[in-house]
């Protein structure tokens, strides 16, 4: 089993940064794949962006440049830095991390990019 929190959200003006954070705990030793999603009202979760076990990154199209996805060396914790924030970009950000057996995601943060 995986716990996970996130944590970071908020409001932020179009333009402005935020860094969420994931805080893992539990069999983090069998996770081979760890990601942030996200879920805007009305519309079906998407992904973010992806990091697997070796360090090797994937972004959707819409956040590419804008937005990096990272871990610490011990996998416990994941984050997402987000810059240059756009309306679109508010929604409900849940972390996930994945093993072969299982999916773990979190309860979610909201971010909400509003002037």
């Known amino acids: 089993q995986v716990q996970l929190v996130e944590s970071g959200g908020g409001l932020v003006q179009p333009g402005g940064s935020l860094r969420l954070s994931c805080t893992a705990s539990?069999?983090?030793?069998?996770?081979?794949?760890m990601g942030w999603y996200r879920q805007a009202p009305g519309k079906q979760r998407e992904l973010a962006a992806t990091?697997?076990?070796?360090?090797?990154?994937n972004y959707a199209d819409s956040v590419k440049g804008r937005f990096t996805i990272s871990r610490d060396n011990s996998n416990t914790t994941l984050y997402l830095q987000m810059n240059s924030l756009k309306p679109e970009d508010t929604a409900v950000y849940y972390c996930?991390?994945?093993?072969?057996?299982?999916?773990?995601w979190g309860q979610g943060t909201q971010v909400t990019v509003s002037s």
């Open positions: 990091i697997n076990k070796g360090g090797s990154t």
């Open positions: 996930l991390y994945t093993s072969l057996l299982r999916t773990y």
């Open positions: 539990g069999s983090i030793s069998s996770i081979t794949t």
